[in-house]
């Protein structure tokens, strides 16, 4: 139960992270990428811990968990490749109101600092979860073949 209890609270904790990483971008426009950045900044602080922590982590002793997270993990990839190339083409135009479902009215200093703060963090991010998934499967693939009965 103690274990379960930890897993939640980091889920929470993960959360959390994610909307204080996006809450310059959502206090000022209507973010049209909150729930792809809000994804790929959640996987990359909860699968880090879960690299960290992976031999503790009671629900990777179950070899179906391990099956259905590595699947998971490659269609989160896929997902988060198509997701860098969506934002990608709106890098070169250089505008709030590709970012924004509706139009708002913000001054320049404002727009470039949430123009350079959507790109870094996103690209941060979203560089660092495919990293972190590719380190998680690496991690499931070693554990079954350190699972494997020694003769």
């Keep these: 139960m103690l274990q379960f209890l930890k897993e939640l609270l980091w889920l929470v904790i993960a959360l959390i992270i994610a909307v204080l990483v996006q809450l310059p971008i959502i206090s000022e426009i209507e973010y ?3 729930i792809a950045n809000t994804l790929m900044i959640f996987i990359s602080v909860y699968y ?16 179906w968990v391990k099956y259905f997270l590595f699947a998971l993990n490659l269609f989160l990839f896929v997902f988060i490749v198509t997701r860098i190339q969506k934002i990608l083409l709106f890098f070169e135009l250089f505008t709030i109101s590709s970012y924004s479902k509706s139009v708002n009215v913000l001054s320049s200093e404002k ?27 690496t991690k499931i693939i070693a554990s079954f073949w350190n699972n494997e009965p020694k003769f």
């Design 32 to 34: 049209k990428y909150v």
């Design 48 to 63: 880090f811990r879960t690299v960290l922590d992976f031999k503790n982590m009671f629900f990777f002793k179950l070899k």
């Design 111 to 137: 727009e470039v600092f949430l123009l350079n703060y959507i790109q870094k963090e996103y690209l941060f991010f979203s560089l660092f979860s495919l990293l972190i998934i590719v380190v998680l499967n």
